[in-house]
């Protein structure tokens, strides 16, 4: 009886704290004024009746300042817990006024028996075998009153039980008031000891049905855990001073010594008590609470989940994937969308709002599980943690995609802007290479008649490629390097000797994308500047081959080349607006990943202008355009 009797303070005393925070915070307001008024009855009751017996114990006899607050908590407590049920469902049944004048006559009887246990107290009649059996007597009546009107509030109730769990709710209390009733009128024919433990488990089994079914996102779980834990120790501690303090008995308690011994002694147990907790608390979780993690190892599996999520849509699907894991029932995640209307039926449907900073950036929903488990306080604290995480990982992406965007913003107004000055370019270019054209066709004409004819079917090409393919971004390099051969064999006719040529391209390159007129703007440029240059014999070579992943394009000629300085500044050179536009394009389009590089062959002795892309990235840039 002492054991359940100290369980039932420590535990009472840690409910009373935890309701008391409760409705600081306004989480709940089930039972109104009254759940929180019995509970704290029944802490006032259990600890000054442990009071009572270890003043008994060490006094030979009760304190009576004592017993005035034990017998304020005894008598309160039947009528209290008649008007919680009967508060909760008094909207469902009939003849109120039969029920209000029970629950005041109860009131009544138990005032008047309390006062009567306190003056028989006063008096010295407690310890006489009538006035004893008197006050016992009386104290039953009321307990037995007071589990009859719940019981019956709860059975006559006729509240519309949606699902199985409101049924179960409703048996279960039912079930502790039959409980409450047997306790108090067996409890007389038993012996002493196992009458006083059997009248003290109804409270405690009471206070654990509510918690769960009303009160569960409040504290059941710590509950659980606190109970469990003080329970366990109280034990071990009893067997401790049971067992083992008799070996340092013999240590006088006035020296130092005997001080040292007790402190040593218990000193192990006050070392282990916190990694016991934790123990029991992680095997309480994963054995009866049915939670695989504990709050760090789930936060971690969350998030390591989460990581490399690249869009909103993949982040919320995999935080619903995960989320199903950790609690073990269906999830969903949305972002910026209105919540669902809760159905208010189910009563189990777990929701917390996304927010970062006061902002709701989405909501998490978990929904019922199967076989009736119910959430609790914890999941409820794990859950908004989460979701916490998930606010700071969604602004992150968010802002990952506004840099990117701003990123592709301004690379399309490069790539815009490098358009407008290709065109200019070609503005300025073409009507002097036609021009030019036009006069070699000329000259052509009176001596060699079948090359200038040859010749204007090759300008005609150049140009019918030039026009085609002035508003594609992307072209095969085998249609850019036909239109080059066009182009040169168009300048061969001007140059005469002076130029020779050579295209080569691997097999596997000819359907290769790559941004339109890249190369023919690094061969007009070799003939501009390196072949026109000299006053002999001149060689342009074209070559496209694999490096890797990626296309190499090499363009040689055996012009004069560039000057120290063009050659020391590769993304700026001085030869002209059109290799400073190659290098642009290409920064645009590929970043990094694309090189434009200048410079002298010394085994050939031939200016080298080499462009470097990546092969897949071209193919599915050309695709898609």
């Avoid at 159905?343 to 927010?355: K, N, W, Y």
């Amino acid at each position: 009886e002492i054991l359940v009797l100290c369980f039932n303070a420590i535990l009472f005393v840690l409910l009373a704290f935890l309701i008391l925070r409760d409705w600081r915070k306004h989480r709940t307001r089930w039972g109104g004024r009254l759940y929180p008024a019995s509970i704290f009855a029944l802490a006032l009751f259990f600890v000054a009746h442990l009071a009572n017996h270890f003043a008994a114990g060490l006094n030979n006899g009760g304190a009576a300042i004592i017993y005035l607050p034990e017998m304020a908590g005894k008598y309160l407590i039947p009528p209290l817990v008649f008007h919680l049920f009967y508060r909760n469902e008094k909207d469902y049944l009939r003849a109120a006024p039969i029920w209000q004048t029970c629950l005041v006559a109860l009131y009544a009887l138990s005032a008047i028996s309390c006062a009567f246990a306190v003056n028989t107290s006063a008096l010295g009649w407690f310890d006489a075998y009538p006035g004893w059996l008197a006050v016992d007597l009386l104290g039953r009546i009321v307990m037995v009153f007071g589990a009859v009107g719940g019981g019956l509030a709860l059975w006559l109730s006729r509240r519309p039980k949606a699902g199985a769990l409101e049924r179960n709710q409703q048996r279960w209390l039912i079930a502790t008031c039959g409980l409450w009733l047997v306790a108090f009128l067996a409890g007389g024919l038993l012996p002493g000891d196992l009458a006083g433990a059997l009248e003290k488990l109804p409270p405690l089994i009471f206070v654990f049905v509510i918690t769960y079914y009303v009160k569960r996102l409040t504290f059941f779980d710590v509950l659980i855990k606190k109970g469990a834990f003080v329970f366990l120790s109280l034990c071990l501690l009893t067997l401790y001073f049971v067992f083992f303090a008799p070996v340092v008995l013999h240590f006088r308690f006035n020296t130092w010594i005997g001080s040292l011994a007790w402190a040593l002694s218990v000193w192990p147990i006050v070392l282990l008590a916190p990694w016991g907790h934790r123990k029991l608390a992680a095997w309480l979780d994963r054995r009866w609470l049915d939670r695989p993690f504990s709050p760090a190892e789930a936060t971690k599996h969350f998030l390591d989940g989460l990581e490399g999520a690249i869009s909103e849509t993949e982040l919320a699907q995999r935080a619903g994937e995960h989320l199903e894991t950790i609690f073990r029932s269906k999830a969903e995640v949305s972002f910026d969308e209105p919540a669902p209307s809760q159905d208010a039926t189910s009563g189990e449907l777990m929701t917390t709002s996304v927010r970062l900073g006061g902002r709701r950036m989405g909501e998490v929903r978990i929904y019922p599980r199967e076989q009736n488990l119910r959430f609790l306080s914890q999941d409820l604290t794990l859950l908004s943690s989460l979701a916490n995480a998930l606010a700071f990982l969604l602004e992150n992406l968010r802002l990952r995609e506004k840099r990117l965007e701003q990123e592709k913003r301004e690379s399309e107004l490069i790539l815009n802007a490098n358009r407008s000055e290709l065109k200019a370019l070609r503005a300025q270019v073409n009507p002097h290479f036609l021009f030019n054209a036009l006069n070699t066709i000329a000259a052509l004409i009176p001596r060699h008649p079948d090359r200038a004819e040859e010749t204007v079917e090759e300008l005609a090409e150049v140009f019918r490629y030039a026009l085609h393919r002035s508003e594609r971004e992307w072209v095969r390099l085998g249609e850019e390097l036909d239109a080059i051969e066009a182009y040169l064999h168009v300048e061969q006719a001007r140059f005469g000797d002076r130029l020779q040529f050579q295209i080569s391209a691997a097999a596997a390159t000819r359907d290769a994308r790559i941004p339109a007129m890249i190369v023919q703007t690094i061969v007009e440029n070799a003939v501009k500047h390196g072949i026109a240059a000299l006053t002999v014999p001149g060689v342009v070579a074209v070559r496209a081959g694999l490096s890797g992943s990626c296309l190499r394009i090499e363009v040689r000629d055996t012009g004069p080349g560039f000057s120290e300085s063009a050659l020391s500044q590769p993304q700026r050179p001085v030869a002209g607006y059109g290799l400073r536009n190659v290098s642009d394009r290409l920064l645009g389009y590929f970043g990094d990943a694309a090189h434009l590089s200048i410079g002298r062959d010394p085994a050939c002795d031939m200016t080298l202008v080499s462009i470097e892309m990546p092969l897949a990235a071209s193919a599915a840039s050309g695709a898609a355009s």
